[in-house]
């Protein structure tokens, strides 16, 4: 169980801090946690008078109940974060012998813990004896906190308060610890009610919600993912994917996958349950929906990620990848929309980094003519993120010798040097990000292409060296970007050795001749007047 540190503040960092951190406007922020952070005490005493209702009108909490759980488990989460942001601050306030503070910070988590626990076993059915310990322990230990930072306020006496400082220290770590542990059991049971739902129902509208309500459980972040995956989440939902009856549930089923494999347990449950045998049979079977298989597409992307550490153990990847990386080529040439390429070429991109015979089975199927051709329809290829998958998928098969043919058929060169261009209209970081990776890689590609002279040529002839050095001298076209600033001095250099008559001698002295780290310490220190 965690927290088990002996540190109060370690204790607080437990997965809770990590819950429902939406990236939404501060503001509108405060108005959704206000009513929960103004209305604790009076809701905490009204809580615990319950008001006797008629018969029927159990009845009919009960059943709408049953339709909200998502609700709940929401408001759930909402409470326990702030129970957890509260207690790093009560820690704070501590270090700075704030007592007044301390103290009203300790009844506020106070009627939170209970409003917390009123509210949940209000709104579930079921509860183990093990979580009625743990909730009486986390009251009791609440209730001795808050008397015991009350008794600090009534003393001025140092020597008494640094003496009851360590005392009050070791009771917010036991609260914390027991909070933890608290919510980690009610996240664990949450998952065990919606997978038991998932595998014994026969009904397909109670299995649809229960999924839905899984993957918003697994939308909250890692932790959440590795305690779903731990209670067999994979296996159950790859038991949905094999069954015929459940067909109309699987792009709902394998979103939920995607979000689970992001973690090392969800990996291990695919490969013990044969997952990337389902998944290669769900994309080379043209009887499913493109839905379905583009989710199935966004389930590889996810488990092939280069971020991830841990998928040397996806060994049974490499016996299907031939067909895998089929279908999903055939799906970037017939999608119908902007989204269903993204998930395959982000799914592309990623094997070409999971293993190099990807790229050999990628010219093979003519990947790079279909892949070119995609760019060229705005609606098919329209964003940066599109564009960064795809130059990925050309950087990486660039390594091979007959690329460059391939290449200055499909017109790349032309597109390579336009996505030297790519900028973000609106602002966003995720998109200027984006944007800088595309820039990034199209240098990149246009460097290792260069080595064949007719490519290199093709480059010189779309002014791709004056593009460059702008790049090189000017951050604000590269976004202040060090990567970009690297790559694009990289393929100038290789486009100087080519054609040494396109460049000024101030560019050939500054961006060529010197040694590779003297040209970018000269391009980062540059002002814009110079350019």
């Avoid at 005490?41 to 009919?60: A, R, T, V, Y």
């Avoid at 009625?132 to 008397?147: G, M, N, P, V």
């Avoid at 664990?188 to 649809?208: H, K």
């Avoid at 004056?466 to 393929?491: F, G, M, Q, Y």
Wanted: charged share 20%.
């Amino acid at each position: 169980m965690a927290f088990k540190g002996e540190d109060h503040l370690d204790s607080l960092s437990f997965p809770v801090q990590r819950m429902h951190l939406i990236q939404v406007d501060s503001v509108q922020r405060w108005m959704e946690d206000l009513k929960l952070m103004t209305d604790c005490e009076c809701m905490c005493i009204l809580q615990s008078k319950p008001i006797s209702i008629e018969k029927d009108e159990q009845n009919e909490l009960i059943l709408s109940s049953q339709y909200s759980t998502c609700d709940n488990l929401q408001l759930l989460l909402k409470r326990a974060w702030i129970i957890s942001t509260e207690l790093t601050r009560i820690a704070q306030k501590l270090e700075k012998n704030r007592w007044q503070r301390v103290h009203s910070m300790t009844v506020r988590v106070n009627c939170h813990v209970h409003s917390m626990i009123n509210e949940y076993n209000t709104s579930s059915r079921s509860s183990s004896e093990e979580m009625h310990q743990l909730e009486k322990l986390l009251i009791d230990k609440c209730s001795e906190f808050t008397a015991f930072t009350e008794r600090c306020l009534q003393t001025e006496d140092e020597e008494i308060l640094k003496s009851m400082k360590s005392c009050v220290n070791e009771t917010l770590t036991t609260v914390a610890q027991y909070f933890g542990q608290l919510i980690e059991l009610v996240l664990t049971q949450e998952a065990q009610n919606l997978l038991r739902q998932i595998e014994l129902s026969g009904s397909l509208y109670v299995t649809e919600s229960a999924i839905s309500s899984l993957f918003s459980l697994a939308q909250e972040g890692a932790h959440l993912c590795r305690i779903i995956a731990k209670e067999g989440g994979v296996v159950v939902l790859f038991k949905i994917c094999r069954q015929d009856c459940f067909r109309c549930l699987y792009p709902q089923t394998l979103r939920t996958l995607a979000s689970i494999c992001c973690v090392e347990e969800g990996m291990h449950q695919l490969e013990k349950v044969d997952g990337i045998l389902c998944l290669a049979d769900i994309l080379t079977d043209t009887s499913h929906s493109e839905a379905t298989h583009a989710e199935a597409a966004a389930v590889i992307a996810q488990i092939t990620s280069p971020h991830l550490t841990f998928t040397q153990h996806l060994s049974s990847f490499l016996e299907n990848m031939e067909e895998i990386v089929t279908a999903l080529v055939k799906l970037c040439q017939e999608a119908s929309s902007g989204e269903v390429f993204l998930l395959a070429s982000a799914a592309l991109a990623n094997i070409t980094f999971f293993d190099t015979m990807a790229c050999e089975i990628l010219l093979q199927l003519n990947a790079m003519k279909i892949l070119l051709a995609a760019c060229s329809d705005k609606h098919i290829v329209d964003t940066p993120y599109s564009r960064d998958q795809v130059v990925t998928i050309l950087a990486n098969m660039s390594v091979l010798d007959q690329c460059a043919s391939e290449i200055i058929q499909g017109n790349g060169v032309q597109l390579l040097m336009e996505m030297l261009f790519e900028k973000s209209s609106s602002g966003n970081p995720a998109e200027a990000a984006a944007c800088e990776r595309v820039q990034q890689k199209s240098a990149v590609t246009l460097a290792r292409l260069s080595r064949d002279p007719e490519v290199a040529e093709a480059a010189v002839k779309l002014s791709c060296i004056p593009r460059l050095i702008k790049l090189c001298r000017s951050p604000t076209e590269r976004n202040n970007s060090d990567s970009v600033l690297v790559a694009c001095l990289a393929a100038l250099r290789r486009l100087a050795v080519m054609s040494p008559d396109g460049l000024e001698d101030s560019d050939f002295q500054q961006l060529v001749k010197p040694r590779l780290v003297d040209s970018f310490l000269l391009c980062t220190n540059m002002e814009e007047s110079f350019v």
